[in-house]
């Protein structure tokens, strides 16, 4: 078996959020994420193990406590918030931890 | 004293001596009838084996420690061969931390994994989360603001 929690997600701050994802070529779905929040944690490895197989888009997290500005202008609320970003536009959010199955089936419309 | 005095002070069992014994690890002097006969410095030799057991060292680690007592040191870890035993315990610890804490990683990963799946099968149940509370966020009321 390998373990996708060896890997941890690239981060992004709200220094970087422009270049890294509304600037991006490849749509990116960022994780809206805190260290104190349990289902992101259950979520990490999951989206680890997902970022190594897709190759439609990147995945990165953005520390919620860490980074206000982002979270604020995307109206994140409640983590883990994946968001999916194209063209510099969210076009589709998911709010709370879902198996990878169900991540992929939620995204799919919008892929 | 005779065996049976040394194993009581000693908290273990004649058997135990004798077998020490048989490994020339706590040799015995004789009385003329027979009987094995010992003094407070085998209480002493004894007490370290004894001790260091106790850590988990197997019966043969212990001999370097005993043989330094006997030779006249005042500690049994006195001496350079007990200082290698410390060291390759130390080596072999720090292997059985390194295997254990990759089993617990892989524990805790395959943990998370499982909780979202049972989670998320939960029939008619919201996905797990955390919701951002303004207190605990303040500066997002200004940044919306």
Same mark, same amino acid.
């Given at each position: 078996?390998?373990?996708?929690?060896?890997?941890?997600?690239?981060?992004?701050?709200?220094?970087?959020?422009?270049?890294?994802?509304?600037? %991006?070529?490849?749509?990116?779905?960022?994780?809206? @994420?805190? #260290?104190?929040? !349990?289902?992101?944690? =259950?979520?990490?490895?999951? $989206?680890?193990?997902?970022?190594?197989?897709?190759?439609?888009?990147?995945?990165? %997290?953005?520390?919620?406590?860490?980074?206000?500005? @982002?979270? #604020?202008?995307? !109206?994140?609320?409640? =983590?883990?918030?994946?968001? $999916?970003?194209?063209?510099?536009?969210?076009?589709?959010?998911?709010?709370?931890?879902?198996?990878?199955?169900?991540?992929?089936?939620?995204?799919?419309?919008?892929? | 004293?005779?065996?049976?005095?040394?194993?009581?002070?000693?908290?273990?069992?004649?058997?135990?001596?004798?077998?020490?014994?048989?490994?020339?690890?706590?040799?015995?002097?004789?009385?003329?009838?027979?009987?094995?006969?010992?003094?407070?410095?085998?209480?002493?030799?004894?007490?370290?084996?004894?001790?260091?057991?106790?850590?988990?060292?197997?019966?043969?680690?212990?001999?370097?420690?005993?043989?330094?007592?006997?030779?006249?040191?005042?500690?049994?870890?006195?001496?350079?061969?007990?200082?290698?035993?410390?060291?390759?315990?130390?080596?072999?610890?720090?292997?059985?931390?390194?295997?254990?804490?990759?089993?617990?990683?892989?524990?805790?990963?395959?943990?998370?994994?499982?909780?979202?799946?049972?989670?998320?099968?939960?029939?008619?149940?919201?996905?797990?989360?955390?919701?951002?509370?303004?207190?605990?966020?303040?500066?997002?009321?200004?940044?919306?603001?």
């Amino acid at each position: 078996m390998t373990s996708g929690a060896k890997h941890a997600l690239p981060s992004v701050t709200d220094a970087t959020f422009a270049a890294e994802v509304l600037d %991006s070529d490849v749509p990116v779905l960022v994780d809206f @994420t805190a #260290a104190w929040c !349990g289902p992101c944690r =259950m979520i990490d490895p999951v $989206l680890a193990e997902l970022a190594t197989e897709e190759n439609r888009f990147r995945i990165v %997290s953005i520390d919620v406590d860490a980074n206000p500005q @982002t979270t #604020a202008a995307y !109206g994140v609320l409640s =983590m883990p918030t994946l968001t $999916l970003f194209r063209g510099g536009e969210p076009v589709k959010s998911l709010v709370g931890a879902r198996p990878k199955r169900r991540i992929l089936a939620d995204l799919a419309d919008a892929l | 004293m005779r065996i049976g005095e040394l194993a009581d002070r000693a908290g273990t069992t004649t058997r135990a001596l004798r077998y020490y014994e048989s490994r020339g690890l706590l040799p015995a002097r004789r009385t003329v009838n027979g009987y094995r006969e010992y003094d407070e410095s085998d209480l002493r030799l004894l007490r370290q084996i004894r001790t260091l057991q106790a850590f988990g060292f197997g019966l043969e680690d212990t001999r370097p420690f005993v043989e330094c007592l006997q030779s006249g040191h005042p500690a049994g870890d006195a001496c350079p061969a007990s200082l290698a035993v410390y060291r390759a315990k130390l080596a072999e610890l720090d292997a059985c931390i390194s295997r254990m804490q990759e089993v617990r990683a892989e524990v805790a990963a395959q943990l998370a994994r499982a909780e979202v799946t049972v989670a998320a099968n939960l029939p008619g149940g919201p996905e797990p989360r955390c919701d951002l509370l303004p207190d605990r966020f303040p500066s997002q009321k200004e940044a919306t603001a």
